[in-house]
């Protein structure tokens, strides 16, 4: 902590408990009285000091959970953070017997692409879509995670399957509107000569009897349906109710 807020709220012991010239026939009496206003104030200071400690060690704690949340590259939420939230809005919407949707996404040939462009241009491309995600869910309250390297997460709390397959498409078509070239000419082409995504959406009414691990499975399953299907398109999971 920085000494000048120490400083600030603690005064001198010291320079409180200094003699002072008392020339007064009650002498004795306020003798007493400066002390016991001295260990008033003591006390008032040492609980604005642990006070300030406090709020210092709270906001120290808030620094590093952002932290260990975070992916670096993007500064969304990381997959930590994912499986945090996605088991909370499990445990309150299966109160509530209302549904819970999982999107996860994925870069198409994104390996391909770093190894053409270079990484450096991978990682750009990876915050270009990172970036364009969030502004398909302007009229949801939703998490996006980076779930690796080329995947993302989007928990959508309160939102029905036809409602997540809807977000998914516009996703799909927001990053295609990126126009980001892959570099097809060394390549001898690919399906697409722009960088798309996959996406598999699943969506249940949570029941606390069950882990949220089902969703997100089911999720991840109708990702690989979409990806087999060479890419640039949305999956929808039919094995959950």
Known sequence: MNQNYINLFI???????????????????LVFKKVDDINENQHKHFYQFWLLMYISQQLDIRHLENICYTDDLTQLRNKRYFDFYLENCWEDLANEKAPLSVIFLDIDNLKVYNLMRGNEMGDKCVYEIANAIPKCLNKYSALVARYQDDAFAIVLPNTTASNAAEIAEVIREEVKNLNIQHAVAQLGGLRFPIVTVSLGVATTIPKLEQSPN????????????????????????????
């Open 11 to 29: 005064p001198s012991v010291a320079d409180t408990m200094l003699p002072s010239k008392v020339n007064h026939p009650k002498s004795d009496e």
């Open 214 to 241: 089902v969703l997100r499975d089911a999720a991840l399953n109708a990702l690989h349906r979409a990806k087999k299907l060479e890419g640039n398109c949305t999956c929808v999971s039919k094995t959950l109710k």
